[in-house]
C-alpha cells in the first residue's frame, strides 16, 4: 500500500492490478470492509491538504497579481468545456472509466478513512437472475458529500461493486455550472438532478444514486451524532414508484463531520432565520463559510457508507396517490433506522471493533426525520 502512494497520481488501475485495499467478508452476511492502514492515512492526509492548499495559494496570488487575466482564462476554460459537452450532462454519455479509477480517488477515499459495508444481500451482477433496478438513496447530503461521491462515482483503486457498475450518479445542477468542477462530474458520469435525467438513466437500464435531501439537508446538519433528514422532498419516491425500481437505504456515517457551517446556525438562531430565507429565495444556504481542517478544507473524519436491504417493489403505479408517496416513504424511513440498528448491532462484534474506533459515536447516532420546512433547526 505504501509503494502504491509513490506510484503517480493520474496512473488509472488496470483490471489485472491487485487491489490496494483488502476485502473481508463475513460468513453471517454480506459485510464486506475495505480496510485502510494508519500509515495510508497519514500519508493521505498529508497529500490531500498540501493539495488544497497549494491550489488555493496559486488561486490567491493570481487573483491578486493578475484579476483580469485570471478572471478571463477561467471564463475561456468554462466556455470550451460547456460547448464540448453541451447538453450531453443529462444523459452521462461522457463518463470515462480511467477518470474513475484513477490512483487519486483512492488517496482521497484513504483521507476519509472510507469503508463500504454492504448489507442488502444483493448482487445481480454475480448472478443472473436479479434484473432488479434500484435507486440508491444516501443520507446525508454533505457540503461535500464524499460518501456519494467516493461510494458511487470516483471509486478509485478499488474497482466497481454491484452497486456501482451500471449505477448513474445524480448531483445538483449547480455542480454543472461551475469550471472544473463541472468537468469532474461529466467525466464521472453524472447526470443533472432533474426527474427527465433520472427517467431517461431508468428507461436505459441503469440504476441510480443521489441524495433525495437537497440543499435543505445540507443546510440542516452539523458534526454531532445525529442526522438530520429532510423529509419532505418525496419527488425521488415518485419516480421510484412510476418506474418500478426498487430503493435502497444508503447511510454515510461520518458525512456530517467533514465541514461544519460558520456561523453556526441553532434553531432559534438569527443565523439561521437568514438562511431559510436565502434558501427559499436563491436555493442557497447563506451565509455559510464551510470548515472542516481549515476553511474550504474538508477534516479528515472517518466516512463509512452503509448499503442496506432494498425495499420490495412488486410492481409500477403509473400515477401513484400522495397516500401511496408517504406510505413508501415511511418504509424508507423504517429501512433507514432498521440499517442503522443492524450495523450498530454486527460492529458489537469484536471482529469489526474498527468501525467502533473510527466513529466513537456510534451506539448513540440517531436519525431526526423533518417532514415540516418550516420547523427545519
Known sequence: NFLSMATPLLEPMSNNEDKTTSVHYSSSSSFYIHKQEAYSKLVSQITVISCFIVFYLILLVAVILHPIYTILIFLFIYLIDFITSFKREKTGELRREWFRFLKAWSICRSFFSFDVVDMSTVHPFSSSSDAHQYMFCVVPHGFLSAGHMFGFGLVGSSGDSWFTKKTKVVAASVLFKSPIVRRLCVWMGAIVASSSSIRSAFSEGYNVSLC??????????????????????????????????????????????????????????????????????????????????????????????????????????????????????????????????????????????????KHPYLDSLSFNFMRDRSKMP
Open 212 to 357: 433525495p435531501g437537497g440543499i435543505w439537508e445540507l443546510a440542516a446538519n452539523q458534526p454531532g451524532d445525529q442526522i438530520n433528514i429532510c423529509g419532505f422532498h418525496t419527488g425521488f419516491i415518485r419516480l421510484a414508484l412510476q418506474h418500478g425500481v426498487k430503493i435502497v437505504p444508503v447511510i454515510a456515517i461520518g458525512e456530517n463531520n467533514t465541514f461544519q457551517q460558520c456561523p453556526r446556525a441553532d434553531e432559534s438562531s438569527m443565523w439561521w432565520s437568514i438562511r431559510s430565507w436565502t434558501l427559499q429565495k436563491i436555493g442557497l444556504p447563506l451565509p455559510s463559510i464551510p470548515y472542516g481542517w481549515a476553511p474550504f478544507i474538508p477534516s479528515p473524519t472517518s466516512i463509512t457508507l452503509v448499503i442496506g436491504k432494498p425495499i420490495e417493489q412488486e410492481r409500477s403505479v403509473e400515477n401513484p396517490t400522495g397516500g401511496e408517496i408517504n406510505r413508501k416513504y415511511e418504509e424508507f424511513s423504517e429501512a433507514l433506522i432498521t440499517t442503522l440498528s443492524d450495523f450498530q448491532e454486527q460492529t458489537k462484534d469484536p471482529s469489526h471493533s474498527m468501525f467502533r474506533e
